[in-house]
């Protein structure tokens, strides 16, 4: 849910920045934002938000479903029942495997 707050708070931003690539000739980002307000309204600043944040529920599903499997494989080849058990570089390097 963090990662969704995230995205949710700086999408106007990637929006802006999207635009100006593909040819939209803003002054700055104050402009652009007060055309996009004045054009299309408050919601303009968040178009193509919601396919954005629906691709986001698959990737966290398997990188968490991934981290788990990992520590669960940890814990077994360790022999102990709880993560904190499992060395630190290991846990770490299960995190960056999964890009959790």
Aim: aromatic share 12%.
């Amino acid at each position: 849910s963090a990662g969704v707050t995230a995205t949710v708070c700086t999408y106007p931003l990637d929006l802006l920045r999207a635009r100006q690539a593909v040819g939209f000739n803003y002054r700055n980002y104050t402009s652009a934002c007060e055309d996009i307000l004045r054009k299309e309204g408050a919601r303009g600043l968040f178009k193509g938000l919601s396919p954005t944040v629906i691709g986001m529920f698959p990737y966290s599903a398997i990188s968490f479903s991934t981290f788990d499997f990992l520590k669960r494989e940890l814990r077994k080849y360790h022999g102990v029942e709880l993560d904190a058990d499992v060395p630190v570089h290991q846990r770490l390097m299960a995190g960056g495997i999964c890009g959790a």
